[in-house]
């Protein structure tokens, strides 16, 4: 049934991309300085979750280096390295820059300094998640230098400027924006319809079952695929030849569940935090969540970055929002509520 696993993992960047030539040509014209050694961008690539931002980021760029040897690149997920040191510390980590950098003790000047002494080819950086920055001071720090080309991936622009100061958004002003929208039915089956020629024997499910999955996966690539690789491992412990209906419908809340639960795990500590006080509380305004969660932690965020814990988490399906910005709860979303 699985002839080649790896192309259902989430992770995995294919060598063709089906329905985003436009976004990758942008891209492309907007990274093709750095091709003749000059500084380009900024690009901010902004839309809802599994719409294909990290993998036309990555691919472009992945080509940009295979047609020309004299570029550098490096990709940082700074839901992951969310501090100001992780996310420098990435990037000189991608430039094999990091001998003799302890990872506790060593201050961020130092790695400044490292970075401003790189002399090596243009270095395109992709920040992932960017609006997961605990500051902004690494857009500051890269901004300023002219051998790192930035590429900023976001859910919506405005979170990304929360909290950065006039100079930087004025700085910033002049990036090329490439927003992405969700995808069609017909788009995420053909998506499907690649994988499974990848990854599953011939023959191994139907066109109408792709299509029903691609329905249930609302426009979102990251729960088609992980629904397709419930199905098929499913199918794969049951021995049969082939994908049944029944396995279909079975697949499609365990898929979700699967995205939900991989995200649960991707929460940083306190986002976590702010997570488990709305799940203990059923419904919760912004201000009786913020005063738990400060009794709750140790050395508590900011309310400002907690609103941006909430917003991020309603992007990903973690929570909803209910009623007008005055009135407004929090509920956390079961991942097969929508089966009801
Ligand atoms: N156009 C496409 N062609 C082939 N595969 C795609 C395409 N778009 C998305 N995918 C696949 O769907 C999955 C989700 O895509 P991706 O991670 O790029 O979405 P995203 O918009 O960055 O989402 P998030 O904001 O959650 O990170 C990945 O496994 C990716 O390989």
Same mark, same amino acid.
């Given at each position: 049934m699985i002839e080649d696993a790896r192309v259902l993992r989430a992770e995995f960047v294919p060598h063709e991309l089906e329905h985003r030539d436009g976004e990758v040509t942008h891209l492309s014209q907007v990274l093709e300085p750095v091709t003749r050694g000059e500084p380009a961008g900024p690009a901010i690539i902004t839309g809802p979750s599994g719409v294909g931002k990290t993998c036309v980021a990555r691919y472009t760029v992945e080509q940009l280096r295979e047609q020309h040897l004299d570029v550098a690149s490096q990709y940082v997920n700074c839901w992951q390295n969310y501090s100001r040191f992780r996310a420098l510390y990435r990037v000189l980590e991608g430039l094999g820059k990091?001998? @003799?950098?302890?990872r506790q003790s060593t201050p961020h000047d130092e790695l400044l300094e490292r970075l401003r002494r790189y002399d090596g080819p243009p270095c395109v950086v992709v920040l992932d998640? %960017? @609006?997961?920055?605990?500051?902004a001071d690494v857009l500051y720090d890269l901004h300023a230098l002219s051998s790192f080309s930035l590429v900023l991936i976001a859910n919506r622009e405005a979170d990304l400027f929360a909290g950065t100061d006039d100079r930087l958004r004025s700085r910033l002003q002049g990036s090329e924006r490439i927003g992405f929208d969700r995808y069609g039915i017909d788009q995420l089956t053909s998506i499907l319809q690649a994988r499974a020629r990848w990854g599953?024997?011939?023959? %191994?499910?139907t066109t109408d079952q792709l299509r029903d999955i691609a329905d249930a996966a609302a426009g979102d690539a990251r729960v088609a695929i992980s629904i397709l690789r419930s199905a098929a491992r499913r199918a794969q412990r049951t021995t049969a030849a082939t994908i049944t209906d029944e396995i279909v419908a079975e697949a499609v809340p365990a898929g979700r569940s699967a995205v939900h639960r991989r995200t649960l795990d991707t929460l940083t500590p306190h986002q976590r935090a702010v997570y488990d006080i709305v799940a203990d509380a059923g419904r919760i305004d912004p201000s009786t969540l913020y005063r738990r969660y400060r009794e709750a932690v140790d050395d508590p965020k900011t309310d400002r970055t907690v609103r941006n814990y909430l917003g991020k988490m309603v992007q990903y399906d973690l929570l909803a929002a209910e009623g007008t910005s005055r009135d407004r709860r929090y509920r956390i979303v079961e991942p097969t509520a929508e089966e009801s």
């Amino acid at each position: 049934m699985i002839e080649d696993a790896r192309v259902l993992r989430a992770e995995f960047v294919p060598h063709e991309l089906e329905h985003r030539d436009g976004e990758v040509t942008h891209l492309s014209q907007v990274l093709e300085p750095v091709t003749r050694g000059e500084p380009a961008g900024p690009a901010i690539i902004t839309g809802p979750s599994g719409v294909g931002k990290t993998c036309v980021a990555r691919y472009t760029v992945e080509q940009l280096r295979e047609q020309h040897l004299d570029v550098a690149s490096q990709y940082v997920n700074c839901w992951q390295n969310y501090s100001r040191f992780r996310a420098l510390y990435r990037v000189l980590e991608g430039l094999g820059k990091t001998v @003799d950098i302890h990872r506790q003790s060593t201050p961020h000047d130092e790695l400044l300094e490292r970075l401003r002494r790189y002399d090596g080819p243009p270095c395109v950086v992709v920040l992932d998640e %960017a @609006d997961q920055l605990e500051s902004a001071d690494v857009l500051y720090d890269l901004h300023a230098l002219s051998s790192f080309s930035l590429v900023l991936i976001a859910n919506r622009e405005a979170d990304l400027f929360a909290g950065t100061d006039d100079r930087l958004r004025s700085r910033l002003q002049g990036s090329e924006r490439i927003g992405f929208d969700r995808y069609g039915i017909d788009q995420l089956t053909s998506i499907l319809q690649a994988r499974a020629r990848w990854g599953l024997t011939e023959g %191994a499910v139907t066109t109408d079952q792709l299509r029903d999955i691609a329905d249930a996966a609302a426009g979102d690539a990251r729960v088609a695929i992980s629904i397709l690789r419930s199905a098929a491992r499913r199918a794969q412990r049951t021995t049969a030849a082939t994908i049944t209906d029944e396995i279909v419908a079975e697949a499609v809340p365990a898929g979700r569940s699967a995205v939900h639960r991989r995200t649960l795990d991707t929460l940083t500590p306190h986002q976590r935090a702010v997570y488990d006080i709305v799940a203990d509380a059923g419904r919760i305004d912004p201000s009786t969540l913020y005063r738990r969660y400060r009794e709750a932690v140790d050395d508590p965020k900011t309310d400002r970055t907690v609103r941006n814990y909430l917003g991020k988490m309603v992007q990903y399906d973690l929570l909803a929002a209910e009623g007008t910005s005055r009135d407004r709860r929090y509920r956390i979303v079961e991942p097969t509520a929508e089966e009801s």
